[in-house]
Nanobody
Framework: QVQLVESGGGLVQAGGSLRLSCTAS????????MGWYRQAPGRQRELVAT???????NYADSVKGRFTISRDNAKNTVYLQMNSLKPDDTAVYYC???????WGQGTQVTVSA
């Protein structure tokens, strides 16, 4: 009965910011390692960031210093704050429950030059 629903995607100009949300049901996000992934056209899906149950975070080199993964336990939601966006960040962004391999449906992020 696990469901992950991403939202917050859209069109933004280069240098802009966007916050993605992953709202979970059937799972407590604070008890899991959660991840954000992205898949651009013609490319494989890649890991963007993770946050562990203890709060430890990891980031892909391409987004370090620009993106921040966080969670709101009361809302059972994981966020990805995306700053200084680049056209190369254009992709469908997915939320994942690590280990258990639950995925959301994805949300489109498009960064224009």
């Amino acid at each position: 009965q696990v469901q992950l629903v991403e939202s917050g995607g859209g069109l933004v100009q280069a240098g802009g910011s966007l916050r993605l949300s992953c709202t979970a049901s059937g799972v407590i996000v604070s008890a899991n390692t959660m991840g954000w992934y992205r898949q651009a056209p013609g490319r494989q899906r890649e890991l963007v960031a993770t946050i562990a149950s203890g709060g430890w975070t990891n980031y892909a080199d391409s987004v370090k210093g620009r993106f921040t993964i966080s969670r709101d336990n009361a809302k059972n939601t994981v966020y990805l704050q995306m700053n200084s966006l680049k056209p190369d960040d254009t992709a469908v962004y997915y939320c994942r429950r690590e280990f258990w391999n639950n995925w959301g449906q994805g949300t489109q992020v498009t960064v224009s030059a």
